[in-house]
T-cell receptor
Framework: NAGVTQTPKFQVLKTGQSMTLQCAQD?????MSWYRQDPGMGLRLIHY???????DQGEVPNGYNVSRSTTEDFPLRLLSAAPSQTSVYFC??????????????FGPGTRLTVL | SQQGEEDPQALSIQEGENATMNCSYK?????LQWYRQNSGRGLVHLIL?????REKHSGRLRVTLDTSKKSSSLLITASRAADTASYFC????????????FGEGTQLTVNP
C-alpha cells in the first residue's frame, strides 16, 4: 500500500490564485481530513469527511472547499489564495468513525507559499 | 482553540537519558494519542491510550493517562539521537465526532 499520498509537495501561488491540493489513500479508510500546520504550532483541522459524499468543517475552514466523490480521494481547494494561507498542509485518513481505536495516517505534506 | 497543550515546549537531553513530555487537555476524551514528527515530514502515530486505561507501553515508550487531572505523559527511555523530533498529543474528545485535536508539540533534541 502507498498509504496516504499528497501532491504537489511544494507550491508557490500569487495572491488571488486558486489551486487544488490532492490527497489519496489506498487503505479503504472512511474518514479523511485536512490539517494545516503553521511554524512552531500544532495541526489545525480545516475540513474532514466521514465517507464519500459527506464533508464537514473543522476549526479553520474559511477560504477552503472540499469534496469527497470517492472513498479514495479528498481534494482541498483554495478559492482565492491569501498570504495567511502560507502553511504546510497535511492530509490524513483513519479507518472509521467509531469510538476509541482508530489510528490516523498522515501524508507527507504540501508546503504552500502565497506571495 | 487547542484541546491539548504540551509541556515543555522544548527539551534537550543527552543520549541514554530519559525524556518526559506532558500533555494537558480540557474536555472529556475517548482516547489520547501521541504522534511524532521529524523535521519537514508528516506525523507518525506512536501510541493510543483509551480513557479507561491508565498506562500503556510500546517498546521504549510509556504513556500514562490521568483523566481526573486531564493530563497525560509520554516517557521515552534510553533516548537515542534518532529520537530527535517534535512530539504531539492529540485528543479524541467525546463531543468531537471522532475528530482529533492536536497540541502545539514538544521539540525534543537528543544530543549524541
Amino acid at each position: 500500500n502507498a498509504g496516504v499520498t499528497q501532491t504537489p509537495k511544494f507550491q508557490v501561488l500569487k495572491t488571488g490564485q486558486s489551486m487544488t491540493l490532492q490527497c489519496a489513500q489506498d487503505m479503504n479508510h472512511e474518514y479523511m481530513s485536512w490539517y494545516r500546520q503553521d511554524p512552531g504550532m500544532g495541526l489545525r483541522l480545516i475540513h474532514y469527511s466521514v465517507g464519500a459524499g459527506i464533508t464537514d468543517q473543522g476549526e479553520v475552514p474559511n477560504g477552503y472547499n472540499v469534496s469527497r466523490s470517492t472513498t479514495e480521494d479528498f481534494p482541498l481547494r483554495l478559492l482565492s489564495a491569501a498570504p495567511s494561507q502560507t502553511s504546510v498542509y497535511f492530509c490524513a485518513s483513519r479507518s472509521g468513525t467509531g469510538i476509541g481505536t482508530d489510528t490516523q495516517y498522515f501524508g507527507p505534506g504540501t508546503r504552500l507559499t502565497v506571495l | 482553540s487547542q484541546q491539548g497543550e504540551e509541556d515543555p515546549q522544548a527539551l534537550s537531553i543527552q543520549e541514554g537519558e530519559n525524556a518526559t513530555m506532558n500533555c494537558s487537555y480540557k474536555t472529556s476524551i475517548n482516547n489520547l494519542q501521541w504522534y511524532r514528527q521529524n523535521s519537514g515530514r508528516g506525523l507518525v502515530h506512536l501510541i493510543l491510550i483509551r480513557s479507561n486505561e491508565r498506562e500503556k507501553h510500546s517498546g521504549r515508550l510509556r504513556v500514562t493517562l490521568d483523566t481526573s487531572k486531564k493530563s497525560s505523559s509520554l516517557l521515552i527511555t534510553a533516548s537515542r539521537a534518532a529520537d530527535t523530533a517534535s512530539y504531539f498529543c492529540a485528543t479524541d474528545a467525546e463531543t468531537s465526532g471522532s475528530r482529533l485535536t492536536f497540541g502545539e508539540g514538544t521539540q525534543l533534541t537528543v544530543n549524541p
